[in-house]
């Protein structure tokens, strides 16, 4: 209840907060500034301990721009990964609704990694999780603290995971963490990516050992084309690998769950008129397809009645929804040839390999 829209700030540092929020600061200040620092204070108007040294600015930022307290994905709008589901629902959402039953021997690891191909969902998972299990969910893509947060990043990580402390449960969602704790040769590594690194570690380490209520979701697509040349699986940091203790393949969909997403989709706007021979055809043809590339195959394909119509003469502006006729196999078959698949089959093995080695299995 007491989330706080995201809204524009003036992104200036504003001082000492505690002075700030207890009004005794400087009147010109912002109210969203006010109300996002406001609403972290305890009842005595204080900010909590692990925020007082921070920027302010860094806290609005996390405040309003990484915190999402409403993903809106549900478990259902996720086809297929049956598997990966059933781990999190016993790893992540039990714990974080009753945590009092998961202590102990039975306390949950506080760090999971999906790994795998993009496209396939593990977005997806992570919001859905955050939905689930109620609990404020943050945002954050690793490449961005080290390409627009330059020499800032160490910070933006203190101020998060320090917000994500007060917002308990909360859920930290780290994209593309491979870009930031791969073991990189040490001549190589600018200084500031190194501390940056530390940080990350530092703060990984202590919620891991204390009580909180934080889970840490990372995702590393493990592939060049993201994290550049040098970035191969087996250079994940050990000591990052050891910190997310479950590691999840999230591989490229099966042919049913294909079928459901192509069903799903076109359900959803009324469009669905496919036989299940159809469906069997397009699901032979769409090998390799990540669930991304299956959307964006179901787009092209629903447009397909449109083109026919508009060649027969009629105008776009004139055009009715009865004048078109429903989606087909053939417009499928047509879009196949404009939408292929984003992953290739090499970068498919080195998922293998690195599941093989560190995942965890079923
Ligand atoms: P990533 O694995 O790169 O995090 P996302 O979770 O962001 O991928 O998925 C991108 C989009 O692709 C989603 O918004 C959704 O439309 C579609 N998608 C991917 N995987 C699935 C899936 N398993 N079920 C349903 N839709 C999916």
New binding site residues.
Partial sequence: GNFVPPMRSNGGNVGNITSRVAGKGDDTLEDSTKTCLEMLCGPDGELPEKLRNLEPRLIEHVSNEIMDRDPNVRWD?????EHAKKCVMEMVIWPLLRPDIFRGCRSPGKGLLLF?P???????IGKAIAGEAKATFFYISASSLTSKWIGEGEKLVRALFGVASCRQPAVIFVDEIDSLLSQRKSEGEHESSRRLKTQFLIEMEGFDSGSEQILLIA?A?LSEHYSGATNRPQELDEAARRRLTKRLY?PL?SSE?RSW?IRNLLEKDGLFKLSEEDIKGICKLTEGY???DM?NLVKDASIGPLRDALKQGIEITKLQKEDMRPVTLKDFENSLKEVRPSVSLNELGVYDEWNNQFGSLA
Avoid: E, V
């Fill in positions: 709008d996720i086809a297929g990964l795998g993009p496209g396939t969902g593990k977005t997806m995702i697509p999230i969909p769950a997403i990540s669930g991304s959307k």
